[in-house]
């Protein structure tokens, strides 16, 4: 029986090279803008739902991790953000404590078109605009 390790094989460069060439920051703020820093029917982790979510448009985003993916026939990239926005002191002077505020996992396909989303969102944040349903 052969023995493969993938530690030292080049699909690792590759991979590496392919991540490390996406302009991420892109993403992320394409995404932001396309849905106009909103979040439209968001559902927390105790199933309360929210009808819209608003972000600050002066938040910060970050890549925190990146993969390729596999299924049978279909290849995909995940993009994981993390938002942090920093808030204001009693002096309303920009304070540098940044807040986390959420993250978001964008997927994309093997052409780089959107698939999916999938929000995380601390909903106790003062800097979210949150519109529950009308009841």
């Avoid at 991420?24 to 394409?30: I, K, P, S, T, Y």
């Avoid at 910060?60 to 926005?85: A, D, M, P, Q, Y």
């Avoid at 540098?96 to 780089?112: C, K, M, P, T, W």
Wanted: charged share 30%; net charge negative; hydrophobic share 40%.
């Amino acid at each position: 029986m052969t023995r493969l390790e993938l530690k030292n094989h080049s699909v690792w460069r590759d991979l590496t090279e392919i991540l490390e060439n996406i302009d991420a920051h892109r993403l992320v703020q394409e995404h932001l803008e396309l849905c106009d820093y909103k979040v439209c029917g968001y559902w927390d982790e105790q199933d309360k739902y929210y009808e819209i979510i608003t972000l600050p448009r002066l938040l910060k985003t970050e890549l925190i991790s990146s993969s390729i993916g596999f299924t049978h026939k279909k290849r995909f990239l995940k993009l994981k953000f993390v938002f942090t926005v920093s808030g204001i002191d009693a002096m309303d002077k920009p304070s540098h404590n940044a807040q986390r505020i959420g993250e978001l996992l964008l997927i994309y396909d093997e052409n780089l078109k959107f698939v999916d989303e999938n929000w995380l969102l601390d909903i106790n944040s003062r800097f979210l605009d949150i519109k529950l349903p009308d009841t």
